[in-house]
């Protein structure tokens, strides 16, 4: 009709807001990888130190991860790792993403002991890379190489099993007593001319430094 005005829809297209998703899925921020490096030397070898922990920063800084916890442990032999307790501890709070180390033998007492940390740290979600071997378990090749030392680690019990069974069937062999020295049985004579003496059973304990229970066992025996 004339004096009509026909009015069409305006496309608004720069009122429309980007929804930030590609193909149905939200864009993910890149997770900064949080790293706590494990740096052991022996009283010895103390003078490493540095070089360990300058080695592990620049690799974390290379791989783009920030170094928020450091442990630095000096001790000998397979000593227990007390501080390395500590990185494990912020493992199981989820405070770190990976643990740094600059060889296998820094971080665990045997192969036994380092497998059953990796085990750990892996149902943990929390990765582990050791700087001498390459050893990288958040990679697929490194997954395989902890496979193999749970090999390793197998034939290192049954190793430690057969020398102690074969220690045992030489003890027998030889005539030995196997098992705890029967310290108290040696004193049942004396412990009983004691008691008969009118001394406690304490007293006699304090006495021949073995303890009231063998004391009161031997005499319950003696009884019978």
Same mark, same amino acid.
């Given at each position: 009709?004339?004096?009509?005005?026909?009015?069409?829809?305006v496309k608004q297209g720069s009122g429309i807001r980007k929804s930030g998703k590609v193909f149905g899925q939200g864009q993910k921020a890149t997770k900064m990888i949080r790293a706590g490096i494990y740096a052991r030397v022996s009283t010895q070898d103390q003078q490493t130190l540095p070089m360990q922990s300058r080695a592990m920063r620049e690799y974390a800084a290379r791989r783009g991860w920030m170094i928020v916890q450091q442990v630095k442990e000096v001790g000998s032999g +397979? +000593?227990?790792?007390?501080?390395?307790e500590k990185l494990l501890e912020a493992a199981r709070r989820r405070e770190i993403d990976v643990v740094l180390v600059w060889r296998l033998d820094r971080w665990g007492r045997s192969v036994t002991d380092l497998l059953a940390t990796l085990q750990e740290l892996e149902h943990l979600g929390v990765g582990f890379v050791s700087l001498s071997e390459a050893?990288?378990?958040?990679?697929? +090749?490194?997954?395989?190489m902890a496979a193999l030392l749970?090999?390793? +680690?197998e034939f290192e019990r049954e190793i430690l099993g057969e020398r102690v069974r074969a220690g045992l069937a030489h003890a027998r062999q030889n005539g030995k007593r196997l098992g705890r020295p029967l310290t108290a049985g040696l004193h049942a004579g004396q412990i009983?001319?004691?008691?008969?003496a009118g001394i406690s059973k304490s007293e006699i304990s304090r006495r021949l430094?073995?303890?009231?229970t063998s004391v009161r066992r031997i005499l319950t025996s003696e009884k019978g």
């Open positions: 009709m004339r004096g009509e005005r026909l009015e069409m829809p +397979a +000593a227990q790792r007390q501080l390395r050893l990288d378990l958040t990679t697929p +090749a490194g997954r395989a749970s090999v390793f +680690a009983c001319k004691l008691h008969r430094n073995i303890g009231r």
